[in-house]
């Protein structure tokens, strides 16, 4: 039985490691999709800016490596958040299944994907924080302002300074909604998909199903997710004004304000290039931990 438990764990451990190994490849190759969705969102105007305009700008004013402000934290984050998230459904998925059934329905699927991602999401919220002030950071600097951080840990030392520990979980709540509206799409969706592919033999256990199920699960996420994703970003880069209030007193308070003054289109500001980065971001994950899974002699997921 020791010997089991040991096992158990080993094979956890190792899960655990490919996915953040998986999600950091995922992650590097994706980024520049990812801040110019950032910068995208964070236009409050209600004149239209398309995602080629922003990156075309980002690159014009502070060069190629302005693609990539806030790698570092969003490398850091994925070191806690996919490999919770994926593992703990693997988890949920396992301890839901009975001896007399051996798949789980789409709404149970999408449940525990969903409560998997707010878990994950709670755990890695500050070094999301941190990211997304970076990311707008580049974009005070191509207006000829000076940034309010230098680096990652001089942005986690200036915001626990002046909002606090709690600072760090700062637009905690919008996240958590957009965590489990992404996981919902995201991990129930692939899950489902890939098996629904396999078994009407349309592939078998391999790169044209994995990619297939990535693509699917990619744009039901961003579908679903988007206006969440809006809110949080809003909500995660505002700071206290002079006066000691903000310009959003909370998620809801955000998301009226948006449709009020920019209309309802304003929800899913950056959709294209969400849906853009997910799809090819999760192509990259899935095929690259699903392969590494195989090299480790684990099964599929």
């Known amino acids: 039985m020791a010997q ?31 801040i110019t969705k950032t910068r995208l969102q964070l236009h409050a105007t209600a004149r239209p800016v398309s995602a080629f305009q922003v990156a075309t700008d980002i690159i014009r004013k502070q060069g190629v490596t302005g693609l990539y402000k806030g790698l570092s934290p969003a490398l850091l984050r994925h070191l806690f ?8 459904y693997e988890q949920l998925r396992h301890a839901f299944i009975s001896h007399d059934n051996h798949s789980l329905s789409l709404p149970s699927k999408a449940l525990i ?48 300074n002046a909002e606090g520990f709690k600072g760090l979980w700062r637009g905690v709540f919008p996240n958590i909604q957009r965590a489990f509206l992404v996981n919902m799409g995201e ?8 098996h629904f592919v396999i078994h009407n033999q349309i592939a078998s256990d391999n790169i044209y199903a994995h990619t297939l ?18 809110v949080k970003t809003r909500m995660m880069n505002q700071v206290v004004n002079e006066d000691g209030s903000y310009k959003y007193r909370n998620s809801y308070d955000c998301l009226i304000k948006t449709v009020r003054f920019e209309g309802l289109r304003a929800l899913w ?17 899935w095929v690259s931990y699903e392969k590494f899974r195989l090299i480790a002699g684990l099964p599929s997921f």
Not at 7 to 32: C, D, G, Y
Not at 115 to 128: E, H, K, L, N
Not at 187 to 194: S, T, V
Request: with cysteine; hydrophobic share 45%; proline share 5%.
């Open 269 to 285: 500001k950056g959709f294209f290039p969400t849906w853009a980065r997910l799809g090819p971001w999760q192509f990259v994950f």
């Open 187 to 194: 991990l129930a969706c692939y899950d489902h998909a890939k």
């Open 4 to 34: 089991g438990q040991a096992q158990a764990r080993s094979r956890a451990t190792n899960k655990i490691a490919l996915a953040s190994l998986s999600a950091m490849v995922a992650e590097t190759t994706t980024f520049p999709i990812d």
């Open 213 to 230: 199920a990535a693509m699917m699960s990619g744009l039901t996420a961003t579908t679903i997710s988007c206006p969440a994703d809006v």
């Open 81 to 88: 958040y996919t490999p919770i998230r994926t593992v703990g």
């Open 113 to 160: 994907g969903g409560i998997s991602g707010v878990i994950a999401q709670v755990v890695a919220s500050p070094a999301d924080l941190v990211k997304v002030r970076m990311q707008a950071d580049g974009r005070m600097v191509s207006q000829g302002l000076k940034p309010r951080y230098t680096g990652s840990l001089d942005a986690l030392t200036k915001i626990i």
